[in-house]
């Protein structure tokens, strides 16, 4: 599990094809520092095993459900990347609970600077509509951010320099992709009213 607050901006050192699956390593020290076989690190809010680690980069395989439904498919060498380590159960959740399950993919439609933050206007895919609210979470490239306004098919979330300064949302243009992960409590919940609704109909 993660919290959605990135520790590091990482370099994408290489992504090699592998057919139906690929190789990705990332230089990211602090991260790195400590990273063992096995252990989890969110890339661009995508979950990732770390398969090897040596001096201040690791290397993790990304499936091909993982390149289907995110956007690490498009990181070329020098790509920088939100790096985040899976929270201890002793760490404040500062952010809210991101799994790391990328929901989709959605798009930078507009940035629109302000005197000390900037408002950023992204495509909100219809599957995924209905668990964006107002005022609620959502992840953005591994990013937790609250959900300033909301349509039908966008959302805008407001910035704070801090992210604009320690993360690639401060990057990103018009045009580039973003991961997107839902917040899942709200799935959980549409799940069970939905089995509550078809008991009481039955």
């Given amino acids: 599990m993660f919290t959605g607050i990135v520790e590091e901006l990482g370099e994408v050192v290489a992504l090699e094809p592998l057919g139906d699956s690929a190789r ?10 400590d990273a063992r076989h096995g252990d989890s690190i ?15 980069s690791f290397t993790a395989d990304v499936m091909k459900e ?21 929270v201890r ?6 952010g809210h609970i991101v799994q790391g399950h990328v929901d989709g993919t959605g798009e930078v439609l507009s ?3 302000g005197e000390h933050w900037e408002v950023v206007r992204l495509s909100l895919p219809a599957n995924l509509a209905r668990y964006v ?3 609620g979470s959502i992840a953005v490239d591994g990013v937790s951010l609250t959900v300033a306004a909301v349509t039908d098919d966008t959302f805008s979330v407001s910035l704070i320099p801090t992210t604009l300064d320690l993360t690639t949302l401060g990057r990103k243009q018009p045009g ?3 991961n997107l992960e839902v917040d899942v409590i709200a799935k959980y919940v ?13």
Wanted: aromatic content about 0%; hydrophobic content about 40%; proline content about 5%.
């Fill in 190 to 202: 549409e799940k069970l009213t939905a089995a509550t609704a078809k008991g009481a109909s039955a």
């Fill in 24 to 33: 990705l390593t990332v230089r990211g020290p602090l991260v790195t520092a």
């Fill in 89 to 94: 159960a002793d760490q404040r959740l500062g």
């Fill in 176 to 178: 580039e992709p973003v």
């Fill in 111 to 113: 940035r629109e600077p």
């Fill in 133 to 135: 609210v107002e005022k």
């Fill in 42 to 56: 969110a890339v661009n809010g995508v979950c990732l095993t770390v398969a090897g680690a040596e001096g201040d």
């Fill in 66 to 86: 993982t390149l289907d439904r995110s956007s690490l498919g498009a990181l070329r060498p020098g790509s920088r990347v939100n790096l985040e380590r899976a």
